[in-house]
């Protein structure tokens, strides 16, 4: 008899995000997703500057900024045919590719290591075999015995407190945890030294946007932030200077650290190569332009579509060809709630007046979540890193193809290793790799426009509203550290007529369409072996290997200011 479990919440970051799953023979027979808790920005959007959209969709979260920043100026670019300067597509890739480097490393050490790492077992380590161990893997610096066994009393302090903070409610002890203590102990290590090296590499942000988060330098049209070797309030020489160490340190941290971290995890997991493959189609919008032409041939990123996962066969993505469903999600539509509609016409209410929260278990034959259902030619979609890099490996794109190449040797494994919950983990590393070394590129060429003495930062043309057509429409991309992020936007008399966005975690999180399909969430569940029901370890590995982020994917909004929920705090 099958056993139904819940897991709320799963996430480690932004967002409520609950999973039902139901058990059976030791492995999960079905499962649903869904977002619990709602906010909201689209539609306070409606009337507003177009201008103006960015400073507002950065705050659909407080993690994932700078990535609302750029879709949302796309869109109004895109609308409005506006060309940025070469200069403000090099601090834009900076910006973002930094954003990638510091997010993966977050999700890996933060958000992710430790449904891998038993801090339990690392306790017992012997820190003369884990510098030993250490030392064979990476030239690392940080690697002796004195510094292992410091760190292991560090924590074993920590936890006499009682007091465990992120270390609480765990599974520790649990069957599924593998690695010998040793290589736990490194894991732990390296968990602490990325809280530092995280922080240094988002002053990235701070010297080129003024502040993270929420940066302030974007805007439509280029960038606000001055180019001028002879300032010293804008970005010189000495920045330059700046930005650079601050670069090689986040290189170094990625190839010392992460990436030796994350092949010396995986032979002890390499079942889960065969785990959480999902539903197989993978969608990438594509980024970092490597010039300034218009159009998306100039992406170092391409944008691309693989079905079924047919690595010879990439499919060239069209945005209008991207619908959202609401069959089962707590929103309702005019034209009914099994039509898909496309972001341009889309709607964001919450008119649905059936059951919603609370609960004991969802209404899974209705609507049980607050993330929409979004769909291409009407089928789900991964998106992220693992379908970021699948194009573009399966496009030949030689940086990443050597990078996908050398794990797949270390690690003595098949391309097709890579549709499954360790791939998604696996491609997220590349993905940082080859940012952290793109952003020194970015970074050079940069300071060569300003050796030749091209500084122009902002293109002024058609900033006056006045020269903009009656109606307009754009839509703008982010391949998003998360994955593909898009916004859409309509624009009329100068105002924002329409305003929708679709974000990673809306194409990963969704519930059921009204054919019935399950979204990437659900679909990778099934099959996952479950050793202990109460203590469902599995279920984070490959739920947190797509770095689910729901503050992104919900969007709702009373635009009148109405009431529609009320929480108190007891």
């Known amino acids: 008899m099958a056993k139904k479990i819940v897991v709320d919440p799963i996430t480690r970051i932004e967002g409520h995000l609950r999973i039902e799953a139901e058990v059976e023979g030791g492995k999960i027979t ?40 750029m879709a949302s100026i796309r869109a109004v670019e895109d609308a409005l045919k506006i060309q940025v300067p070469d200069n403000a597509r090099l601090i834009r890739n900076l910006i973002m590719g930094m954003q990638g480097v510091q997010d993966h490393v977050i999700h890996f050490y933060h958000l992710h290591a430790l449904d891998w790492v038993d801090i339990t077992s690392a306790l017992k380590a012997d820190p003369a075999k884990t510098s030993q161990i250490a030392q064979s893997i990476s030239d690392w610096p940080k690697s002796s015995t004195d510094y292992f066994r410091q760190v292991q009393a560090r924590i074993k302090a920590f936890a006499e407190t009682g007091r465990l903070g992120p270390f609480q ?36 942000h701070a010297i080129l946007g003024s502040k993270n988060p929420h940066p302030q330098t974007f805007l439509v049209g280029g960038m606000s932030i001055p180019v001028d070797p002879d300032s010293q309030n804008a970005i010189n020489a000495d920045k330059i200077a700046w930005i650079r160490k601050l670069l090689r340190n986040a290189r170094t941290f990625v190839e010392q ?29 594509g980024d970092f332009p490597t010039d300034n032409s218009p159009g998306t041939d100039s992406l170092f990123f391409p944008r691309g579509i693989i079905m079924g996962k047919d690595l010879a066969n ?47 278990f969802l209404d899974t034959d209705s609507k049980y979540s607050w993330v929409k259902s979004p769909r291409y030619l009407d089928q789900p979609m ?42 998604r983990t696996a491609a997220r590393g590349v993905d940082a790799l080859i940012l952290a070394q793109k952003n020194e590129l970015w970074l050079d060429q940069l300071a060569d426009n300003m050796g030749r003495g091209i500084l ?34 309509r624009i009329e008399d100068q105002k924002i ?23 990437p969430y659900e679909a990778a569940l099934i099959g996952t072996p479950i050793a202990d ?24 909004l009373d635009g009148q200011g109405t009431e529609i929920v009320k929480v108190k705090i007891l």
């Open 169 to 204: 409610n765990a599974y520790w002890g649990h069957s599924a945890y593998k690695l010998e203590p040793e290589v736990n102990l490194i894991g732990l290590a390296h968990y602490l030294e990325a809280l530092e090296a995280q922080k240094d590499m988002i002053k990235v």
């Open 30 to 69: 079905n499962a649903w997703s869904s977002s619990t808790a709602f906010r909201g920005i689209e539609t306070i959007l409606k009337g507003r500057d177009p201008r103006d959209a960015h400073h507002f969709t950065q705050r659909f979260c407080g993690v994932c900024t700078t990535v609302h920043s």
């Open 497 to 519: 007529a329409n305003y929708q966005a679709v974000v990673p975690s809306t194409w990963n999180a969704g519930p059921r369409d009204a054919h019935g399909q399950m979204g």
């Open 382 to 423: 991964e998106v992220g890193p693992l379908a970021r890099v699948l194009v573009a490996y399966a496009s030949g794109v030689p940086e990443v193809k050597a990078a996908v190449d050398y794990v797949l040797k270390t690690l003595n494994a098949p391309a097709a290793a890579l549709f499954s919950t360790l791939g």
């Open 257 to 285: 650290v992460y990436i030796p971290d994350l092949l010396a995890v995986a032979p002890a997991y390499l079942d889960w190569a065969g785990i959480g493959g999902g539903v197989g189609n993978f969608l990438a919008c």
């Open 314 to 360: 990439v499919m060239e993505m069209d945005e209008t060809k991207i619908t959202e469903y609401v069959t089962n999600s707590w929103y309702t539509y005019s034209n009914g709630d099994d039509k898909g509609l496309h972001p341009y016409e889309g709607e964001t209410n919450d008119k649905y007046t059936g059951p919603k929260p609370p609960y004991e």
């Open 456 to 489: 122009e930062v902002h293109n002024p043309e058609k900033w006056d509203p006045a020269t903009w057509p009656k109606e307009a429409r754009g839509f703008g991309y982010h391949e998003a550290p998360r994955g593909a992020l898009g916004h859409w936007i």
């Open 533 to 556: 029901p109460e203590k469902p370890v599995e279920i984070l590995r490959t739920i947190h290997s797509f770095d689910p982020c729901l503050a992104c994917a919900v969007h709702v």
